[in-house]
């Protein structure tokens, strides 16, 4: 008996002009949607980058408040290669994220500011699937952003908001949550893959302190793209889970 392949992946919808990715770290994007985000903003679509921490605990060798300055830099010049000209962070610990409220409230805060169609995060599951755990800090954010999402549309949760002058944003059509093991759609990355890898190796000093096969930025990305665009019918792709919201 032989093992059934895996469904083909669908397209993702592309009938929208904003979207917002929330992630826990600067390179997070990078590790496989920045292609996907690439390709969206030459379609003239706006993204905005938001990182719930600076990724100051990245660097075993660097001092974190040294390495939130080169990592938040790094991550600035990333977006910019995929047409991101906009990346804010929130300013929460690296390494110790907690899923709670105020986590959920800064991300509805800025999901009223940006007023998105699409919201994107990382994957928030358990695990990448199989026996490959997950960061705790993915985790965190994944989720909490995918209750901001409906938290941001509803004006008498975190009611201060409104005397902040953020009024209530109910146009978030969906979530994806990209390299979720719950994946079921994908999009097409092959023209804009180079992009992609130009964007993680901007993350440099990030990669030199990683090491290891991770650090190769385009022997990772094409062997994970790959993979992706067999399902999709293309050479590279980006995967996602699709969450309907709206």
Same mark, same amino acid.
């Given at each position: 008996?032989?093992?059934?392949? +895996?469904?083909?992946?669908?397209? $993702?919808? *592309?009938?929208? %002009?904003? #979207?917002? &990715?929330?992630?826990?770290?600067? !390179?997070?994007?990078?590790?496989?949607?920045?292609?996907?985000?690439?390709?969206?903003?030459?379609?003239?679509?706006?993204?905005?980058?938001?990182?719930?921490?600076?990724?100051?605990?990245?660097?075993?060798?660097?001092? +974190?408040?040294?390495?939130?300055? $080169?990592? *938040?830099?790094? %991550?600035? #010049?990333? &977006?910019?290669?995929?047409?991101? !000209?906009?990346?804010?962070?929130?300013?929460?610990?690296?390494?110790?994220?907690?899923?709670?409220?105020?986590?959920?409230?800064?991300?509805?805060?800025?999901?009223?500011?940006?007023?998105?169609?699409?919201?994107?995060?990382?994957?928030?599951?358990?695990?990448?699937?199989?026996?490959?755990?997950?960061?705790?800090?993915?985790?965190?954010?994944?989720?909490?952003?995918?209750?901001?999402?409906?938290?941001?549309?509803?004006?008498?949760?975190?009611?201060?908001?409104?005397?902040?002058?953020?009024?209530?944003?109910?146009?978030?059509?969906?979530?994806?949550?990209?390299?979720?093991?719950?994946?079921?759609?994908?999009?097409?990355?092959?023209?804009?893959?180079?992009?992609?890898?130009?964007?993680?190796?901007?993350?440099?000093?990030?990669?030199?302190?990683?090491?290891?096969?991770?650090?190769?930025?385009?022997?990772?990305?094409?062997?994970?793209?790959?993979?992706?665009?067999?399902?999709?019918?293309?050479?590279?792709?980006?995967?996602?889970?699709?969450?309907?919201?709206?």
């Amino acid at each position: 008996m032989t093992d059934q392949a +895996p469904p083909p992946y669908q397209p $993702v919808t *592309e009938d929208w %002009q904003t #979207a917002l &990715a929330v992630v826990a770290h600067p !390179d997070d994007m990078e590790y496989g949607a920045a292609a996907a985000v690439a390709r969206w903003t030459s379609q003239g679509k706006r993204v905005v980058y938001v990182m719930a921490t600076s990724g100051e605990a990245g660097i075993d060798s660097m001092d +974190p408040e040294t390495c939130r300055r $080169v990592r *938040e830099e790094e %991550q600035i #010049a990333s &977006a910019a290669l995929v047409g991101v !000209d906009v990346v804010e962070f929130l300013g929460h610990q690296d390494g110790v994220v907690e899923y709670g409220l105020p986590l959920r409230k800064d991300i509805a805060r800025t999901i009223r500011r940006h007023r998105p169609e699409i919201v994107i995060t990382t994957n928030f599951r358990e695990t990448y699937g199989g026996t490959w755990p997950n960061q705790a800090d993915h985790i965190a954010v994944g989720r909490a952003t995918l209750d901001a999402a409906r938290d941001a549309g509803n004006r008498w949760v975190f009611r201060d908001l409104l005397d902040e002058g953020h009024e209530p944003w109910n146009g978030v059509r969906q979530l994806w949550a990209a390299a979720s093991p719950d994946s079921g759609h994908a999009v097409d990355t092959t023209e804009s893959f180079d992009r992609g890898v130009a964007s993680l190796e901007a993350h440099r000093a990030y990669l030199d302190g990683l090491g290891g096969d991770m650090a190769d930025a385009r022997g990772t990305l094409e062997t994970f793209g790959a993979m992706a665009g067999e399902r999709l019918g293309t050479r590279y792709a980006s995967p996602f889970e699709v969450i309907l919201l709206g």
